[in-house]
Structure formats: C-alpha cells, structure tokens
C-alpha cells in the first residue's frame, strides 16, 4: 500500500513540474493531494514496521550489544519503547488539539479542493493511536521477556 501511495506521489509531482514549467499551468490540487498521501503512508504503515521489527535502528550496535549482553539489550529496548511511547503520546494529543481547533474553527487547505483540515489530521491520529499500541505492546513484550529471562535463570 505504501509502495502504491509512493508512486502515486511521484507521479503527481512529475506531472505537476511538468504543466507547471512547460504549459505554464500547475495543478492546483497537487500539493493537496500529495500532502494527503505522504501523511498516509508515514502514519498508517509506522504501526506495522515496528510490530514487525521494520523499524530504522542501528544494527551495528544492536546486534552486538544483543549477542554480548543480552539483558543490556532488553533494557534498551524499554528505554527506546517507553520514548516511544511519550513520542507517539504527544503527537496523540498535539493531533487531537488540531482536530478539534480545525473543526471548530472551520479551517480548510488553502487550494482549489478546500479539504477540512480535521480530515489529514484524523488520518495522523489514527496513525499515531495505533503507533502508541504498538510501542505500548513492545514495551509489555520486553518486560516479559525479562521476567521469563530471570525464572529460567533461579
């Protein structure tokens, strides 16, 4: 789904440069829809790549601090878990106060579709809501795995 949103950004932006440089007329709802879709495809698929362990990280130091000190590891992985989670926490909240001050106040994208504003910014809240459980079920994960680290240890 990404990878369609991608090419479907590209596009866009490839024919705009080209209406806007060689016809002289730009979409006019390029950058609306462009703007739109990178929001969906940074927000929506951030949930899955860490579920998944997709997420950028340093192999380099991971997999050594991993193989040599395993428990080393698995606190840094709380710490980076629980900074995500005030990460996504904040971006929760920040998402919701534009919700609700862009319903309020009736704001819309300054272009020729006039999208609500509540409408991008829903789509970063349902992103970062499922970024938060994401993080929050990893952080439960590490701390179980610590635990069962210790019984099989005694």
Not at 29 to 34: I, K, P, R, S
Not at 52 to 70: A, M, N, Q, Y
Not at 96 to 121: A, C, D, H, Q
């Amino acid at each position: 789904m990404a990878t369609v949103g991608t090419l479907l950004v590209v596009a866009i932006v490839f024919c705009n440069v080209i209406a806007r440089y060689l016809f002289n007329t730009p979409f006019h709802w390029a950058e609306e829809v462009t703007s739109i879709t990178v929001i969906l495809i940074g927000f929506f698929p951030a949930a899955a790549l860490l579920r998944k362990g997709w997420h950028v990280k340093f192999d380099l130091v991971s997999d050594r601090i991993e193989s040599r000190l395993p428990r080393v590891s698995n606190a840094l992985q709380i710490l980076v878990n629980l900074c995500g989670i005030a990460f996504a926490g904040i971006i929760v909240w920040q998402t919701g106060i534009n919700i609700l001050n862009s319903w309020k106040f009736n704001m819309r994208e300054p272009s020729m579709l006039g999208t609500p504003l509540w409408v991008p910014y829903s789509y970063m809240l349902i992103g970062s809501i499922l970024l938060l459980i994401a993080f929050s079920c990893q952080l439960f994960d590490n701390i179980s795995q610590i635990k069962g680290a210790r019984k099989s240890e005694s």
